[in-house]
């Protein structure tokens, strides 16, 4: 698969936030798609391939998922747990991206299956700077497991 085929699901709620997250992509070259959910609720629907997202082939998963905390209708904590319960993403990288600075919020995260845990930098240039080693590392450098080993 080419780079500029692998997905970005970007889970964000805050206007601002999600601009920023934009600009921060494409000031670094990151061609990739970014598919923008704007609630947990949403997020699930694109990745089980439920309510506006019936059509959408469930086979093919975002390389990577960027997922706040701080969500209306389903919180971030309860996405997370559902992508780790469920065979088609429970291998899906997920990386936390909230301003949260709570302890709890981040051994929860870890404890639920989270990939890494990025706190939001207030500055633009330091938030640009860790979008593009989140490009480099996630959308380049790692290997996705595609399916689960059943012969143990």
Same mark, same amino acid.
């Given at each position: 698969m080419r780079n500029s085929e692998k997905k970005i699901l970007l889970v964000e709620d805050n206007p601002d936030d999600e @601009? %920023?997250?934009?600009?921060?992509?494409?000031?670094?070259?990151?061609?990739n798609e970014v598919i923008i959910a704007h609630d947990g609720e949403e997020?699930?629907?694109y990745l089980f391939g439920t309510g506006k997202y019936i059509d959408r082939d469930?086979?093919?998963m975002p390389q990577v998922? @960027? %997922?706040d905390l701080k969500l209306p209708k389903v919180d971030g904590l309860e996405v997370l747990q559902q992508i780790r319960s469920h065979p088609l993403t429970q291998l899906l990288p997920v990386v936390i991206l909230t301003?949260?600075?709570e302890e709890t919020d981040i051994i929860n995260s870890y404890q639920l299956?989270?990939?890494?845990?990025?706190?939001?930098?207030?500055d633009f240039e330091q938030f640009s700077e860790a979008i593009k080693q989140l490009g480099l590392y996630w959308l380049l450098l790692n290997e996705l497991a595609t399916k689960i080993n059943s012969s143990k």
């Open positions: @601009l %920023l997250t934009l600009l921060a992509i494409k000031d670094n070259n990151i061609v997020a699930l629907d469930i086979n093919a998922v @960027l %997922l301003s949260s600075k299956g989270a990939n890494s845990y990025i706190r939001k930098p207030v």
